[in-house]
């Protein structure tokens, strides 16, 4: 599986972007994708998660309410839509995919840069 993230750019603060995370692969049912951020200077962490299968879906605190995670079955694609970003928000994001029964994510894509001012 490989995996092609986009649509990262510059916002101002309480705007909006979508993340589209674009893989190939025969199919993704037995795949859990995932969005990480990492903010410069500090470890990666774990946005929002999805199980492709039934969607299912994970999010971290701070993104509730304000990100949705979400698929598009037949363009093989998980979206990341953020909303009322905050200068907090920028950080390059990743997005990342793990078989249902791996323990971590071991499929990457390139990072994406958001990037929100204030």
């Known amino acids: 599986v490989q995996l092609q993230a986009s649509g990262g750019g510059l916002v101002q603060a309480g705007g909006s972007l979508r993340l589209s995370c674009a893989a190939s692969?025969?199919?993704?049912?037995?795949?859990?994708m995932a969005w990480f951020r990492q903010i410069p200077g500090k470890e990666r962490e774990l946005v929002a998660t999805?199980?492709?299968?039934?969607?299912?879906?994970y999010y971290k605190d701070s993104a509730k309410g304000r990100f949705t995670i979400s698929r598009a079955n037949a363009k093989k694609t998980v979206y990341l839509q953020m909303n009322s970003l905050k200068p907090e928000d920028t950080a390059v994001y990743y997005c990342?995919?793990?078989?249902?029964?791996?323990?971590?994510?071991?499929?990457w894509g390139q990072g994406t840069l958001v990037t929100v001012s204030s």
């Open positions: 990342a995919a793990k078989p249902l029964c791996a323990a971590s994510y071991d499929l």
């Open positions: 692969a025969r199919t993704l049912s037995r795949y859990i």
């Open positions: 999805i199980r492709w299968d039934n969607g299912i879906t």
